[in-house]
């Protein structure tokens, strides 16, 4: 079983969309929790930390359900612009493991 | 923030030969890390390098192969030894200035061919 598993998609959505990304995780002892994303051919980039809370940063909210290992990403009013690879990141042991990605392609 | 630069972006080499790679940090940082992403896969890391030590290799990867410099907090390389077309890769530098709980920072990758 992979560490952090994610569904690859691809998610293929119209502008306006709300589309929700799922992620799970097998280590209990996991402490932090990432979104990064992955634009095409470029290097991962840190979307947003997730908090046991929830949070939110704009049209982007993120869950953490420690109890069932999973966290959840949610992208409202999806534009053009969010077309990219969604990386689900767990840290353990201080080093971070990556998701395979879910790929999101917003159509006009 | 970070920013990370390496050196060379691609690379397109012969089996059997070796190539190293150069991870610049513009500021000093506690963690610097390597990583390869195969083509349509996720990032695996390779190995967290060490300022002055060895680095600490993971499971699957091994010095022989892998061996990897950082003689300061804010350069760091990585050599791909004795190559074959399964090395065909992204090979990517990270750091960050923290605790796992901080923004880890990433280079904008080497893409590497084996031939």
């Known amino acids: 079983r992979k560490e952090v598993e994610q569904d690859p998609g691809p998610f293929n959505v119209p502008e306006g969309a709300t589309v929700a990304f799922n992620c799970t995780y097998s280590?209990?002892?996991?402490?932090?929790f990432f979104w990064y994303r992955q634009d095409c051919r470029k290097e991962p980039k840190l979307l947003m930390s997730?908090?046991?809370s929830g949070n939110e940063d704009g049209r982007f909210t993120a869950q953490l359900n420690r109890a069932s290992q999973y966290i959840s990403l949610l992208i409202r009013d999806s534009k053009l612009s969010d077309s990219a690879t969604y990386l689900c990141?767990?840290?353990?042991?201080?080093?971070?493991?990556f998701g395979q990605g879910t790929t999101l392609q917003v159509k006009p | 923030s970070a920013v990370i630069s390496q050196k060379p972006s691609r690379d397109i080499c012969q089996r059997g030969t070796s190539l190293t790679i150069q991870c610049q940090v513009d500021?000093?940082?506690?963690?610097m890390f390597w990583y390869r992403q195969q083509p349509g896969q996720s990032l695996t890391l390779i190995a967290t390098?060490?300022?002055?030590?060895?680095?600490?290799?993971e499971s699957g990867f091994v010095i022989d192969k892998f061996p990897i410099s950082r003689p300061n907090l804010t350069f760091s390389t990585l050599t791909v030894s004795n190559m074959s077309p399964e090395d065909s890769s992204i090979y990517l530098c990270?750091?960050?200035?923290?605790?796992?709980?901080?923004?880890?920072?990433f280079g904008p990758g080497t893409r590497l061919t084996v031939l």
């Open positions: 990270s750091a960050r200035a923290g605790t796992a709980a901080d923004t880890q920072y």
């Open positions: 280590n209990s002892a996991s402490q932090s």
């Open positions: 997730v908090y046991s």
């Open positions: 990141v767990v840290s353990g042991e201080g080093k971070l493991i």
């Open positions: 500021s000093q940082v506690t963690m």
């Open positions: 390098a060490n300022q002055g030590s060895e680095a600490t290799y």
